[in-house]
């Protein structure tokens, strides 16, 4: 009997034994995952602070290189506004003299040298833009436009100064949504003989609208909002599928949309503000 309950004291002694090696082990594990997890936290907000400061870099640096643009235009428009006085004063002068034909195809011939209107006007309009962040991607995406030489055409006629974002991450993907949009807009005309890209952002109602098209070959609607779906053999075709995801994570005060009709591809987007 002795020799049974001694066992049974030693059983219990094994048994508790391994509970409290299996209680330390837990608790020391339930610490390292929390302190695995903290640091995984910690990286992604570092992650996250990187990619938003690097953000507001490229937005520095892009505001700076269209206030440098504006700076150079208004340069060239004020020389350009000096010359043409004495060219019309002498105009006047050479009209007595019945001279004036000879004078206006030299200042016909002085306008195409000095007076670039497509130059001067590639960031018309974005003045408007009260957000330097929705600012910064439109003048980005414009020079990009402007240097491939494709034709386009930017409207924003009205200040925007009330932009109905909810939240940091919003407004953020909401510039990723423009972005796709115009590099969308960028590769289909890519090449294209009768290329064209016309984009306007207005406000009406408080409703924040950004609608961007672009001249096509027909493309059938819904298979170019599959993800992978291309017109171009270099691209994976992805950009417009995940626009879409984007904006279906805000699905209550955005609305994104794209039509096909004829030779023009739309695309667009809706910010409704919140009640």
């Not at 907000?45 to 206030?67: R, S």
């Not at 309009?125 to 436009?145: E, F, G, Q, R, Y």
């Not at 961007?212 to 909002?225: A, E, G, H, S, T």
Request: one cysteine or more.
């Amino acid at each position: 009997m002795a020799s049974l309950e001694r066992k049974i004291t030693i059983g219990t002694i094994i048994i508790l034994g391994i509970l409290m090696i299996q209680g330390v082990y837990t608790v020391i594990s339930l610490k390292l995952n929390i302190q695995l997890q903290t640091n995984l936290l910690e990286r992604a907000e570092q992650q996250k602070l990187k990619e938003v400061n690097h953000q507001l870099e490229q937005n520095n640096k892009q505001l700076k290189d269209y206030a440098t643009s504006l700076e150079k235009d208004e340069d060239r428009l004020r020389r350009f506004k000096h010359d043409y006085r004495n060219i019309l004063n002498s105009l006047k002068l050479s009209a007595q003299k019945d001279d004036s034909k000879q004078l206006i195809k030299q200042l016909d011939k002085y306008s195409q040298d000095h007076f670039d209107e497509n130059t001067l006007s590639k960031f018309k309009d974005v003045n408007h833009i009260h957000d330097d962040m929705v600012k910064s991607i439109i003048i980005t995406k414009l020079a990009k436009i402007y240097n491939q030489n494709i034709p386009y055409r930017f409207s924003c006629e009205n200040d925007i100064d009330d932009f109905p974002f909810i939240s940091t991450n919003e407004h953020l993907d909401v510039i990723r949504i423009i972005g796709i949009a115009f590099d969308n807009a960028i590769e289909a005309s890519e090449g294209l003989k009768n290329a064209q890209i016309e984009a306007m952002l207005y406000q009406s109602e408080g409703n924040l609208e950004f609608i961007i098209r672009n001249k096509i070959d027909q493309v059938d609607k819904d298979q170019i909002l599959k993800a992978g779906f291309t017109t171009k053999n270099d691209h994976n075709g992805l950009g417009l599928s995940n626009a879409m995801e984007i904006a279906n994570k805000y699905f209550e005060n955005i609305m994104v949309d794209v039509d096909t009709k004829g030779e023009w591809f739309t695309f667009s987007l809706v910010l409704l503000p919140t009640n």
